[in-house]
């Protein structure tokens, strides 16, 4: 089971999705994550992190952004810019359209190809929708059950 380490604002949030989506992840407060996901620029959370975790960071947070570039992390990045690994093509009122601009290497080493995704959010806002699903895809969930499932 993989491990997942949030920052304070989403660890509520990663816990109730992980369990919906029937992931093979739990949270945890190890520095030794398999996978850490972070809004917030927490120095302490950020340089007690294994060099081994992937990060899926909050890539319109620059402060992090530049902090994380300190660091050999895998780093994915989730974001409204242009150069985050994640964004949005479209947003309706219930459903968005995740945008991978880049490939991205899951917790098992498997490769998530650029795409688009459209998802149904539900109570999450749209930017934590983006956060959740970058946590599925690095858990090793498909593209194509997100869509399916329609959380």
Same mark, same amino acid.
């Given at each position: 089971?993989?491990? *997942? +380490?949030?920052?304070? $604002?989403?660890?509520?949030?990663?816990?109730?999705?992980?369990?919906?989506?029937?992931?093979?992840?739990?949270?945890?407060? #190890?520095?030794?994550?398999?996978?850490?996901?972070?809004?917030?620029?927490?120095?302490?959370?950020?340089?007690?992190?294994?060099?081994?975790?992937?990060?899926?960071?909050?890539?319109?947070?620059?402060?992090?952004?530049?902090?994380?570039?300190?660091?050999?992390?895998?780093?994915?990045?989730?974001?409204? $810019?242009?150069?985050?690994?994640? &964004?949005? $093509? $479209?947003?309706?009122?219930?459903?968005?359209? *995740?945008?991978?601009? +880049?490939?991205? &290497?899951?917790?098992?080493?498997?490769?998530?190809?650029?795409?688009?995704?459209? *998802?149904?959010?539900?109570?999450? &806002?749209?930017?934590?929708?983006?956060?959740?699903?970058?946590?599925?895809?690095?858990?090793?969930?498909?593209? #194509?059950?997100?869509?399916?499932?329609? +959380?």
């Amino acid at each position: 089971m993989l491990k *997942v +380490r949030c920052d304070k $604002s989403l660890k509520n949030k990663a816990e109730k999705f992980l369990k919906e989506m029937n992931l093979s992840a739990e949270i945890t407060e #190890d520095n030794a994550c398999d996978i850490c996901v972070m809004e917030e620029n927490d120095a302490s959370l950020i340089h007690n992190i294994a060099g081994s975790s992937i990060i899926i960071a909050n890539g319109d947070n620059h402060d992090l952004v530049m902090t994380l570039g300190q660091y050999h992390n895998n780093v994915i990045t989730c974001g409204l $810019s242009g150069i985050c690994t994640i &964004t949005l $093509s $479209s947003i309706m009122d219930e459903e968005l359209v *995740v945008c991978i601009q +880049r490939n991205i &290497t899951d917790a098992c080493g498997n490769c998530v190809v650029p795409q688009e995704i459209p *998802v149904v959010i539900g109570a999450l &806002t749209p930017h934590d929708a983006m956060l959740m699903y970058a946590l599925a895809l690095v858990c090793g969930e498909k593209p #194509d059950k997100l869509i399916l499932e329609g +959380r």
